[in-house]
């Protein structure tokens, strides 16, 4: 398997505004093939559709196991976070999804600012603690993932890695990292960064990064490439890095990860959500569903599973690989206000997407 891929010319994005309605009839017809119809679940009355933007896998793992107990059929569309939380602002009160799931916050607040979820059940809010879920009680945590610098260790030792994400901006860095600007995932630090350091200062780390750094097309691809000794590091999720490790290494045995802590936008911990849609005719069965994965099985099947995603609920530690999420020491963000509009506007502005 080749570990060079090939580098992407930044693109404007087609995420605009004005497309949503025609962006989300696209993707309701390329996630149609994914989807399991009433008629193969027999007809179930209490059937339930999961509008599913997490991995297929772990979500298909929480889906077997819930229905092994409950006895309620769920029918999965899977797709991306952005083209699906666009789909169902299009679907309004028609849409036919009782559950929403996300890789990252800020569709979830897209979702939750168009008024579509109902508040989560209070049981359910209970088992995750409030660092992990927004402040409004209309969506909650189900999993998350951290920010990390992964870097070559061939060229770059501990003493000459960033200190904060923002330092990424400096001239002795041009040229030298990379980052997936089109991706939910980048797109949701980004959120974060504005959130904690304001728009002025968003604004110059991003231009700096379209000067300075280095597209590549999803963090699988950042990661190859830092391996490959194609560029010196890049901004990526924990995960990608821990999953390769688990395949043998392939493309990781070069690298290693550096976590910003102290705080820093660079240790933001981004937080996968989960939510009943206000306008579902199965608001128990859906419930019933959100309470399962966040609580103890659920998060389990999290713990020991191959996403390598952290468990926020029920007291669940994270597989004994990872790095502790009490250790990351994570800045404070309300996952509620992550602001994925203007954040795609500032992007589009320094010519990133």
């Not at 309605?21 to 193969?40: F, I, K, M, P, R």
């Not at 501990?158 to 600007?181: H, I, T, V, Y």
Request: proline share 5%; hydrophobic share 40%; net charge negative.
């Amino acid at each position: 398997m080749s570990t060079t891929p090939s580098r992407h010319r930044w693109t404007r994005s087609a995420l605009v505004a004005g497309a949503l309605g025609v962006a989300a009839l696209l993707t309701l017809s390329a996630c149609s093939s994914n989807d399991t119809s009433d008629g193969e679940s027999g007809g179930d009355p209490n059937a339930i559709t999961v509008y599913n933007a997490q991995h297929e896998s772990l979500t298909q793992e929480w889906v077997d196991e819930f229905t092994a107990e409950t006895g309620i059929t769920v029918n999965l569309r899977n797709g991306g976070d952005t083209e699906m939380a666009n789909q169902l602002i299009a679907e309004g009160e028609r849409s036919p999804a009782d559950v929403f799931l996300t890789e990252n916050s800020p569709a979830m607040a897209a979702v939750e600012d168009a008024g579509l979820f109902t508040d989560v059940a209070p049981e359910t809010l209970a088992q995750v603690p409030e660092q992990y879920r927004p402040s409004t009680g209309k969506w909650t945590g189900i999993a998350a993932r951290s920010t990390v610098f992964v870097y070559n260790t061939g060229a770059l030792t501990p003493d000459r890695l960033p200190q904060s994400l923002l330092d990424l901006q400096n001239p002795e860095w041009k040229g030298r990292w990379a980052a997936s600007p089109s991706g939910a995932d980048f797109q949701a630090i980004v959120a974060a960064l504005l959130d904690l350091r304001g728009e002025d200062a968003t604004r110059a780390w991003l231009d700096a990064m379209k000067a300075g750094a280095v597209p590549y097309k999803g963090n699988t691809a950042v990661l190859k490439a830092v391996n490959a000794g194609e560029i010196d590091g890049g901004v990526i999720y924990h995960y990608y890095w821990f999953g390769d490790q688990a395949k043998g290494g392939e493309n990781s045995n070069n690298t290693q990860l550096h976590y910003f802590r102290n705080e820093d936008p660079g240790a933001f911990v981004s937080v996968s959500g989960g939510g009943v849609l206000a306008s579902s005719s199965h608001q128990q069965q859906a419930q019933e569903f959100l309470k399962f994965i966040t609580g103890k099985k659920g998060q389990e099947i999290l713990q020991t599973g191959t996403s390598f995603e952290y468990p926020v609920g029920s007291d669940v530690a994270a597989n004994p690989a990872l790095v502790p999420l009490a250790e990351l020491q994570a800045p404070a963000v309300d996952p509620s206000t992550l602001d994925s509009a203007k954040v795609t506007q500032l992007m589009t502005d320094a010519g990133l997407i």
